[in-house]
């Protein structure tokens, strides 16, 4: 029933019932007419028969008006200018809930490409061997690391890494992730000079996920390989400004193309959010397992064989509370692959022949809360390069580290992090040319402050004892470094 009909019948109830009430009076006043006097009760019955009628047609109305506030409905049409004011809603009682009006225009959601992230980081490093063999002629061993070029002499500052990502999610069951280094160096631009600041590719594949829960995914594309806890944890999170040499060197630069499953069990996944929301280092958005198919020749080289690298890690963190911890919790896990590789030669192009490449590590991280542990360590067998017969050949590999950490989160410089890290390993160095065997003993220690959590300052002191990754260069170097870093996030 529209709001104009009922003011109309409103007004013409009105106005019989007023009719009804002067015919009387006036009749009363006037004068009596010689003719006979008016029916009065017929024009009383006609009267109540009209306003009987009118119940009936209101009645009809306003159960026309039920069934209709019934059903959802649209918002009502603008009424003209010139159409009178419509009467107050009645009040809604309990008997006769309120209807809810279905919105006309219900909210788009937000495009895929509305959802993407922008974000990364920057380590600005300044690198300086404070004594020890800076320098030394041919044939015989520098102060050299794999972790950071611009460790050697001659050098003041240098930025080791400026990441930029871009990920997030297409759908429900499918996101993206593209990751950037701007800081990367390439040689012989100049009869052997290198140059700095360029692109290189990371990381660049999609999740895919079964389910809504998010806690099954397949990755596709350049990513991490699944191998050593600290390998599969960001350079953005982590203590030590490198990568540890015996776990490191069974995967250089983390990455290669594949596909890897990983699964996270809902217990783990919630240890991990509190730990994340606490403030501590994780290693990542990965599972408690993962295993996977690579290529196996490493980051941004090409294939060059019909075997592929297989990989899988474990890792479990149980809560310490039942021992009188609470809040602790310890990490362990392992991790193993099986490989063939062909190395670079010096000759020019890759060996002829491909090598056995095989790992198995073991892991264990205790958080600091306030003090903690982490350690790995690995064994098996790869490609090294053997002075004596002057090839490569397969040999054992063995290595690994310790670290002692502590988390002071209160201080007039803000919350950080003293840690000591000890290292070691022996075996080659499948990444470099011809393999070359890698002697590494090394104590560092560090501190790390949190001025912002935009800002990290970082600065160590390490005592080594390594042998530089040619196999044209022998003997032990020892020296001490001192490297400062300032990473800002974005």
Do not use: C
Request: charged fraction near 20%; charge should be neutral; aromatic fraction near 10%.
């Amino acid at each position: 029933m529209t709001l104009a009909r009922t003011a109309f019948f409103r007004k013409r109830i009105l106005a019989v019932a007023l009719a009804g009430v002067a015919s009387p009076a006036l009749a009363q006043g006037a004068p009596a007419p010689s003719a006979a006097q008016p029916d009065y009760l017929g024009i009383i019955a006609d009267l109540q028969r009209q306003i009987d009628e009118l119940k009936a047609t209101v009645s009809e109305l306003q159960a026309e008006r039920q069934a209709a506030a019934a059903a959802p409905v649209a918002a009502p049409p603008v009424m003209a200018q010139a159409a009178p004011s419509p009467p107050p809603a009645a009040p809604v009682t309990a008997a006769s809930p309120a209807p809810q009006v279905a919105d006309a225009s219900p909210k788009k959601g937000k495009a895929w490409y509305e959802k993407l992230q922008l974000r990364g980081y920057t380590q600005l490093r300044l690198n300086t061997i404070v004594s020890g063999d800076a320098d030394a002629p041919a044939g015989v061993s520098r102060l050299r690391t794999i972790g950071d070029g611009d460790v050697r002499s001659g050098n003041n500052f240098s930025f080791r890494r400026v990441r930029l990502v871009l990920q997030g999610d297409v759908s429900d069951y499918l996101s993206l992730y593209l990751q950037a280094d701007m800081a990367s160096a390439v040689s012989n631009q100049s009869v052997g000079e290198r140059r700095e600041g360029f692109a290189q590719l990371r990381d660049a594949y999609a999740d895919v996920f079964p389910t809504k829960d998010k806690s099954f995914r397949i990755r596709l594309g350049q990513s991490k390989i699944p191998y050593g806890w600290e390998n599969m944890q960001s350079s953005s999170n982590r203590l030590a400004l490198d990568r540890s040499d015996g776990i490191n060197t069974g995967a250089p630069s983390e990455r290669d193309i594949g596909i890897v499953a990983y699964y996270t069990p809902d217990h783990v996944q919630d240890i991990w959010d509190r730990l994340g929301k606490d403030g501590q280092k994780l290693f990542g958005n990965y599972g408690a397992f993962g295993l996977g198919a690579f290529n196996g020749q490493g980051t941004n080289r090409t294939e060059t064989n019909d075997n592929v690298m297989i990989v899988g890690l474990a890792t479990w963190p149980f809560e310490l509370d039942a021992l009188g911890l609470e809040g602790q919790v310890l990490e362990l896990g392992g991790s193993f692959y099986r490989n063939r590789i062909n190395p670079e030669i010096r000759t020019g192009g890759v060996s002829p022949i491909d090598y056995k490449d095989n790992r198995i590590g073991v892991h264990a991280i205790l958080y600091p809360q306030p003090f903690g542990l982490q350690a790995e360590w690995n064994w098996g067998r790869g490609p090294e390069f053997n002075p004596v017969t002057g090839r490569i050949e397969e040999r054992p590999i063995n290595g690994g580290y310790v670290q002692a950490m502590a988390r002071v989160r209160r201080s007039p410089l803000g919350p950080f992090y003293p840690f000591a890290r000890w290292q070691y390993y022996r075996g080659g160095f499948k990444a470099a040319t011809n393999a070359p065997r890698l002697e590494t003993e090394e104590l560092e220690f560090g501190l790390e402050f949190l001025p912002t959590p935009a800002l990290e300052l970082t600065v160590t002191y390490g005592f080594a004892s390594r042998k530089e990754a040619d196999e044209r260069r022998f003997g032990q170097a020892e020296g001490e470094l001192l490297r400062i870093q300032a990473q800002w996030n974005y």
